[in-house]
């Protein structure tokens, strides 16, 4: 079993598409370990994205990532972290794969509708980040 962060960002909260996300979800197979809904602070999308600090898309993705609500997610499965990136498709909705969430869903490069962890490493920084403390059940 493995753990990854995902998040329905707020271009898919907007257009009523969390429902249909979740349920997505739920079909490939990850338990949903811990999920709330966080309206997020300018800083608090600086703090999250800092690995994207230099960026010349830091500005416009920090302000996209506060301008309303997100839903955040602790997800478990095997493979946890590289099938959920699957499922979402490439960064770019235009270049995402027939039947994934972002060739679904996104409507542009920054508004691609949900996020995933890319490694072990970021998935443990940002389950922490938004489930800090014991929120989350202990590891088996
Ligand atoms: P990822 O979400 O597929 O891991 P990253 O390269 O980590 O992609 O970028 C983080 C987020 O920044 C993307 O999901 C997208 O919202 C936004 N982003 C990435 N590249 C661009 C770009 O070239 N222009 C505008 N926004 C971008
Ligand atoms: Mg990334």
Redesign the pocket.
């Known amino acids: 079993m493995e753990r990854t962060f995902a998040m329905i960002?707020p271009d898919a909260t907007a257009r009523g598409l969390s429902g249909r996300i979740l349920s997505r979800i739920e079909e490939e197979g990850f338990e949903v370990l811990g999920m709330k809904i966080v309206h997020m602070s300018k800083a608090q999308a600086e703090g999250f994205?800092a690995?994207?600090r230099e960026?010349?898309?830091f500005g416009?993705?920090t302000t996209?990532?506060s301008s309303g609500r997100t839903v955040v997610l602790a997800l478990e499965r095997t493979d946890a972290i590289r099938h959920w990136?699957d499922v979402?498709g490439?960064?770019?909705p235009a270049e995402a794969a027939p039947g994934t969430i972002r060739a679904e869903f996104g409507e542009?490069?920054?508004?691609?509708s949900t996020?995933?962890s890319?490694a072990p490493d970021t998935a443990a920084f940002e389950l922490g980040y938004w489930f800090p403390g014991a929120e989350l059940p202990a590891a088996q």
């Open positions: 960002k994205y690995v994207h960026r010349p898309f416009d993705l996209f990532m990136r979402m490439a960064t770019n542009s490069i920054e508004r691609n996020h995933g890319d």
